[in-house]
């Protein structure tokens, strides 16, 4: 089960990726819709695109867009990729967003690897906007729908209001469980 919900890169990879951006779409809408990037708010479970890049003189949001770290060996195929970046203009703040479902055992790991992950990229941002404040938005949910307070403390950098979190939070949680519904699907297809 472990193997097949959170390792099995070979056979579930394409379902890997989709919980994942399925699970960052039901922060990610909400959030444009606050800031005023979006007029209405998509359902949660559907499989509407996210653009790469949205803006409104307040507020820039990029999705899955390319970052440079200011490391010098930096390839093309290698640039890190944060899932998100939010750039909040008046108030001088930009957030990377970052990411993952983990096995159960491994939620408080990942989340420590997730959080320092772009190090790099954000004392890049530092050097490029010095009046701005950098931070990162981490959010790591288990494969089971399990989280911890940290999931919460990451949403309120951004949503404040507590029904809005709990909201994002459940949609999360239905976005996972109907993925791995729909990955045991895919895997018992591809062993008969």
């Known amino acids: 089960m472990k193997h097949l919900l959170s390792n099995c890169g070979e056979l579930a990879k394409k379902v890997y990726i989709d919980r994942h951006d399925n699970m960052l779409r039901c922060f990610f809408f909400p959030m444009l819709l606050q800031l005023g990037l ?14 790469p890049f949205y803006e409104n003189g307040k507020y820039e949001a990029y999705w899955d867009v390319p970052e440079y770290s200011g490391r010098d060996n930096e390839e093309d ?7 998100g970046k939010i750039v909040m203009i008046e ?10 479902v983990p096995w ?14 772009y ?3 954000q004392s890049n941002l530092k050097l490029e906007f010095p009046q701005y404040e ?12 399990g989280y911890s307070q940290h999931l919460n403390d990451n949403i309120k950098k951004i949503i404040v209001d507590k029904k809005d979190i709990q909201s994002i939070i459940r949609n999360m949680q239905k976005s996972v469980i ?15």
């Open 134 to 145: 950098i931070d990162q938005i981490t959010l790591v949910m288990d494969v089971f729908g």
């Open 91 to 100: 108030e001088k703040k930009i957030y990377l967003v970052e990411m993952t």
């Open 104 to 117: 159960i055992e491994n939620r408080d790991i990942k989340y420590e690897f997730k959080r320092t992950k």
């Open 38 to 51: 979006l007029e209405k708010l998509p359902n949660w479970c559907a499989y509407e695109n996210v653009k």
């Open 178 to 192: 109907r993925s791995e519904a729909n990955l045991v699907r895919v895997f018992k297809l591809k062993t008969m």
């Open 77 to 83: 195929e290698f640039v890190p990729r944060p899932d």
């Open 119 to 121: 190090k790099d990229i």
